[in-house]
């Protein structure tokens, strides 16, 4: 499996070796084997042809995690696309941007869900853009088994062209967009396969948006070791654990505000039995794994935490493993996957020595392509070829890694990268503000929560939260970037040199759990 060039060269050699055995199922107990995964993908790829997907094609998608979603990537990428995952949580400021860099001759979205019109959505900024983009829902996708009108086989690749175009709000006020391969992606699920551990016999699960450059780690991770995995659209805490303990799921996670979640459910049982007897571990990353929640879960829920550390750029970092130990395991982001050369730097470029903090940067075969900016590439890469995270962290001499800051100024809330000046900018246009400023706090379910920090107007009424909420959204803020804490001060404090504002004292002044 690990020798295969292209995602659907893994597809196709994974639906030989495994043909019957089951690989996603949903809540609907809905099902597909890996066969039936390859056969489903040849008619999403007839039907997506017909209406003009081709072979370097841009399409930008933007669906909720269901089996159809995955079925429709699979199908792209047997056509040779260009794809352009959105996660279903952005609004008009994150989908704006990505369609006036890519211009995607189609977009892929349901025309509703979860109480919003995504289509409508896409063809108003579509027409705004003055793009000739079509907006498909895949739901109105007439696939077919025609032998006619199925693909003709694809074209040999060596899995090295840029098919993938990942955004993340990333450290700067616009989003970034991230160039990946088959083949970093490749590399990126088998490090985690191969960090982890996974058998034929594990259900995983799936309860994340599968837009997420997760979605195809994890992919590639059940394409490798043949195991099957749940398929969750809402994630209802209570729900899900019914449905996984229903269908014996023995790894769960996805963040660390999945595992608060489900250790809140196991204390809300009432009982000291396992609320998923089956489960064996939780697996996940995207933000801070504090030790007393480690701690915690080991010792309520039975089974011990496997975090990870990555990003949009670098997929796969580091990851935990089961050989580790507790310390490691509560203590440390893990230990560098396969394919991932980690080295720490200071800020005048020498590489540091164990235990001394710097600037996390790395190097391999997981790596992107770099950016759709090329301003962007030059600097994020150095004249050895590692790419620079933004994060702070050091190498202990036992070789794990140590995530302890970031270099930028971005919030991690619940695994997803949001940018501060994105929403100083929005909060610095109201009339009543002054001057602004966003900063993560710690948070045991959110990982960091977004708090705003306000500097009035003179003569200005205090700024209500109600109203701090109504100017994001009318700003086409994502609900996830809408603060979830609002602090008045007299003046924000600033330094001396350039009056740049303190964030780190804001940060010592409020980061008392609200």
Not at 148 to 172: C, M, N, Q
Not at 429 to 455: F, N, Q, T, Y
Request: aromatic share 6%; with cysteine.
């Amino acid at each position: 499996m690990y020798g295969a060039a292209t995602l659907w060269d893994l597809v196709e050699r994974r639906a030989a070796s495994s043909p019957d055995a089951r690989v996603l199922f949903d809540e609907s107990d809905a099902s597909l084997t890996f066969a039936g995964l390859r056969d489903a993908a040849e008619r999403r790829a007839a039907a997506l042809r017909a209406i003009g997907v081709e072979r370097d094609v841009v399409v930008s998608w933007q669906l909720p995690t269901r089996i159809d979603t995955i079925v429709t990537l699979l199908a792209l990428s047997r056509l040779g696309a260009v794809q352009n995952p959105i996660l279903h949580l952005y609004r008009e400021r994150e989908v704006r941007f990505a369609m006036a860099q890519l211009r995607p001759a189609i977009v892929l979205t349901p025309e509703r869900w979860g109480g919003f019109e995504y289509g409508a959505m896409a063809r108003a900024l579509a027409d705004e853009l003055a793009l000739p983009t079509r907006v498909v829902d895949p739901a109105t996708l007439s696939d077919t088994d025609d032998p006619s009108t199925l693909p003709p086989a694809p074209i040999a690749s060596d899995g090295d062209e840029v098919r993938w175009i990942y955004y993340t709000s990333g450290t700067t006020a616009d989003p970034k967009g991230v160039r990946h391969t088959d083949r970093t992606l490749l590399a990126g699920g088998e490090g985690l396969a191969r960090a982890i551990g996974y058998t034929a016999g594990d259900v995983g699960s799936i309860a994340f948006p599968f837009a997420h450059i997760a979605g195809p780690d994890y992919l590639v991770l059940m394409l490798v070791s043949g195991c099957s995995s749940a398929i969750v659209e809402r994630f209802v805490p209570s729900e899900a654990v019914a449905f996984f303990r229903r269908t014996g799921v023995t790894v769960a996670g996805g963040s660390t505000a999945f595992y608060s979640l489900f250790l809140d459910e196991q204390r809300r049982s009432g009982d000291s039995a396992p609320v998923i007897p089956t489960l064996r571990v939780l697996s996940g990353g995207g933000a801070s794994k504090p030790p007393a929640l480690y701690d915690a879960v080991q010792r309520e829920l039975g089974v011990p935490i496997l975090h990870g550390y990555g990003m949009t750029e670098v997929p796969m970092i580091a990851m935990g493993c089961f050989a580790h130990s507790h310390e490691q395991l509560a203590f440390t982001d893990g230990t560098p996957v396969t394919g991932a050369e980690v080295r720490i730097v200071g800020s005048d470029g020498v590489v540091l020595p164990a235990d001394a903090d710097g600037e996390i940067c790395v190097r391999g075969p997981l790596v992107c392509k770099g950016y759709t900016d090329v301003e962007q590439t030059a600097t994020a890469f150095d004249d050895d070829g590692f790419f620079h995270t933004g994060d702070l962290g050091h190498l202990r001499a036992d070789g794990h890694l140590v995530v302890t800051g970031r270099l930028k100024d971005v919030i991690i809330r619940k695994g997803e990268n949001i940018s501060a000046r994105e929403i100083e900018d929005v909060l610095v246009a109201h009339p009543k503000v002054r001057d602004a400023a966003v900063i993560g706090l710690p948070d045991p379910e959110r990982g960091e929560r977004v708090c705003a920090v306000v500097e009035l107007a003179e003569t200005a009424a205090p700024l209500t939260f109600a109203e701090m909420v109504d100017t994001c959204r009318a700003a086409g803020l994502m609900q996830q970037k809408i603060p979830e804490q609002l602090e008045i001060v007299e003046a924000l404090p600033r330094n001396d040199t350039l009056q740049k504002v303190v964030k780190q004292e804001l940060r010592r002044r409020f980061e008392s759990p609200v």
